[in-house]
């Protein structure tokens, strides 16, 4: 087959090998999962007019060929939908390179959007977010089981690890504000974000860290992308409730980001009063309200927003927004 016509690629990421296939070319090679690895592989790529490389979100394992390739048009797959396409196809068998060519004829047949790849500062501050929340639910662990504690030695070990936590926590908060001010656009999108009422640090690094297309979305498009968005369930002359879900899978349904969201949307949203801008019981707080019905100041989706994207709305208004990880 002509090298001339485009291609696209599916790799499938293991810990030691990439499994790799072009379609329609149909060719496939192996790669070892390693800087030389990396750079045989561009060698190969480099034959072709490559129209996207796709491959599935493996946690750590495709970090390092992320940034190898952040020069290509990429898209990551979820892997829970690159299995659906295989089974829509009647394809039963999961190797290695069957699974490379369903993803590249999946990427082919849904051409997915290629979107920009995560800068540098980026990928470290979603890194140092994501182990500060772990040492948050670690935190919250210990507590729970020191209240159970009757031996001294146990009580002592708890206390001890909860102050070395809380020791992490700070080393933490340093790091991430470090890396914010020395990053021109985090520092000024931070400021943005900090300067609207119920939004503190913590919501801000969040929606900094799993959020970046914040400021390019309009309400909804936002809404959508971190899972606050309702879904329609409506079926002939049926009608169910709608419920939030989907969006992006480091800020969807009961993630950080959401509730981060969720909290700072519904205090910006409301008028502020004489003796607080927090409801008293945030328990019993009514749901998330609309943010372009409210008469409220500038709230958490308005100010964010310089130049909304012209995308495809479902019958709610909400777009369809596709996440990061298609």
Not at 30 to 59: C, D, M, P, S, Y
Not at 80 to 92: I, P, S
Not at 275 to 299: A, D, F, G, H, Y
Request: charged share 20%; net charge positive; aromatic share 4%.
């Amino acid at each position: 087959m002509s090298n001339d016509l485009p291609q696209t690629i599916g790799i499938d990421i293991s810990k030691a090998n990439l499994d790799c296939h072009a379609y329609p070319a149909g060719t496939e090679r192996q790669f070892a999962n390693t800087a030389k690895g990396h750079k045989a592989l561009i060698a190969w790529l480099q034959q072709w007019q490559v129209e996207r490389i796709a491959f599935e979100a493996t946690a750590t394992y495709h970090r390092a060929l992320e940034v190898t390739l952040a020069d290509w048009p990429c898209v990551k797959l979820n892997p829970e939908r690159a299995r659906r396409f295989a089974q829509a196809t009647g394809t039963l068998a999961k190797t290695d390179r069957i699974d490379a060519m369903l993803l590249a004829r999946m990427a082919a047949t849904l051409q997915p959007p290629v979107r920009p790849a995560q800068s540098a500062e980026q990928a470290q501050l979603a890194e140092l977010i994501n182990a500060r929340d772990g040492l948050v639910r670690d935190r919250t662990a210990l507590k729970n089981r020191e209240k159970n504690l009757t031996i001294a030695i146990l009580k002592r070990q708890c206390k001890q690890r909860l102050e070395q936590i809380e020791r992490h926590i700070d080393a933490l908060d340093a790091e991430i504000a470090s890396l914010i001010a020395a990053d021109a656009k985090l520092a000024r999108r931070h400021k943005i974000l900090t300067s609207i009422a119920g939004v503190g640090t913590l919501t801000a690094n969040q929606l900094i860290a799993t959020m970046p297309e914040l400021g390019s979305l309009d309400n909804k498009q936002a809404a959508s992308l971190a899972g606050l968005a309702p879904v329609a369930r409506q079926s002939g002359q049926w009608k169910g409730k709608s419920f939030i879900r989907g969006g992006e899978p480091t800020c969807g349904k009961h993630s950080t980001c959401q509730h981060s969201s969720q909290r700072a949307s519904t205090l910006t949203s409301r008028p502020s009063t004489s003796n607080s801008s927090v409801p008293e019981n945030p328990q019993k707080s009514p749901s998330l309200p609309s943010c372009e019905n409210s008469s409220s100041p500038p709230t958490l989706c308005s100010k964010l927003t310089d130049a909304g994207s012209n995308l495809s709305l479902d019958h709610h208004g909400y777009s369809k927004w596709p996440p990061r990880i298609w």
